[in-house]
């Protein structure tokens, strides 16, 4: 689950990490009132779940309240496409007003969970401002990293040898490692899956600041923080993945014409690269979980062909906890039910598999049946080339 800064600037403060002053605003009027209490040059800011946003025209310097009223106006409402939102761009609800920081070196700070490694890194550079996959790709040696223990977790001395390493001097060291220990207690006790602090400036009075805050949160620990939940902003989500996500349905939306209904992350990943393998791309990445019924598979047919770039779909599921028999019940209740205009491939093995596939032919429904995956994909591919 992805925050916007502005939620992400106040869940920090709460935890000691120093932000500026500022405050939401989803109407110029609004960004006036801010920018006069707070005095000063103000900073407006694009509120959406992507990056580059200065680079699309959503991040706006206002000299006054006046100003900024103006600048909110040109914002609020606009499509704004940057790097991370795609040609389309995303429409701009709110704008954050945030006191404008004299600034002196821009820095970078981020938490990840090192998968390879199954812990925490902290990162760090001194190319802060710029996206960190550049910094990875062209100069990897400026990325300092330091992983985390799990038994013991952040330690002093890596907090110092970070800020050491930005080349943080005098009173900014003891700044710069209570914000990394500030920024890391806030990843684990909010169980985030990413922090990232982008810039992460020090000032020209000496004051280390996040000037920018990105996190994301784990889906599945989010019983445990009703408070950040609702936080949630579904109007920047895909349409679909939202549907999905109220029937417990794995879905998220991907740029191909192939629908894929699996069960099981890797079954699914496996579904995936064999479609691109025959010729074509998946649309959408669909786990329907290991407790599939009739109802389940109903809702994942609605959603996958609610997708007006599906030109075909695979169904691939293997009989382990789920049977095969009751898959077939719900794809023969899906065609009955729903209207499908497109092409359907199913492949069923495991528990119940024979059944499965009788309940299919005895349908008299209109689909392809296939037994190996290799034949799966290959069907599926040449109906997405017969229907172009």
Known sequence: MKIHEYQAKEVLRSFGVPVPNGAVARTPDEAEAIAKDLG???VVKAQIHAGGRGKGGGIKLAADPAEAREMASEIIGMQ????????????????WVENATDIDRELYLGIV?????????????????????????????????????????????????????????????????????ALYKAYEETDCSLAEINPLVVSKSGEVLALDAKMN?????????????????????????????????NYIKLDGEVGCMVNGAGLAMATMDIVKYAGSSPANF??????????????????????ESVKAVLINIFGGIVR????????????????????LV????????????????N??????????????????????????
Do not use: W
């Open 363 to 388: 349908s008299g429904l209109e689909f392809t049946v296939a037994r190996k995956l290799r034949e799966a994909a290959e069907a599926v591919v040449d109906a997405v080339q017969n229907a172009a």
């Open 286 to 307: 669909l786990d329907v979980g290991g407790g599939t019924n009739v109802e389940r598979v109903k809702n994942a047919m609605r959603i996958l062909t609610s997708d």
């Open 346 to 361: 199913v492949r069923l093995q495991g528990t119940n598999a024979e059944e499965g596939a009788q309940i299919l032919e």
């Open 40 to 42: 000063g040059a103000v």
């Open 113 to 181: 969970l090192d998968r390879a490694q199954s812990r925490l890194v902290v990162m760090a550079s001194r190319a802060g401002g710029m996206d960190i996959e550049e910094v990875a790709a062209t100069t990897p040696e400026k990325i300092l990293k330091e992983v985390v223990h799990p038994g013991v977790g952040l330690q002093p001395f890596q907090a110092r040898r970070l800020a050491l390493g930005l080349g943080l001097e005098g009173d900014q060291i003891k700044q710069g490692v209570s914000f990394i220990s």
């Open 80 to 95: 704004l496409v940057t790097p991370q939102t795609g040609s389309e761009g995303q429409k701009v609800k709110s704008v």
């Open 217 to 249: 949160f784990d889906d599945s620990a989010m019983y445990r923080h009703s408070d950040i939940h609702e936080l949630r902003d579904v109007d920047e989500e895909d349409p679909l993945e939202v549907e999905a996500s109220k029937y417990d349905l």
């Open 324 to 343: 095969c028999d009751r898959v077939a019940e719900g794809v023969v209740a899906a065609l009955e039910d729903i209207e499908i205009n497109v092409p």
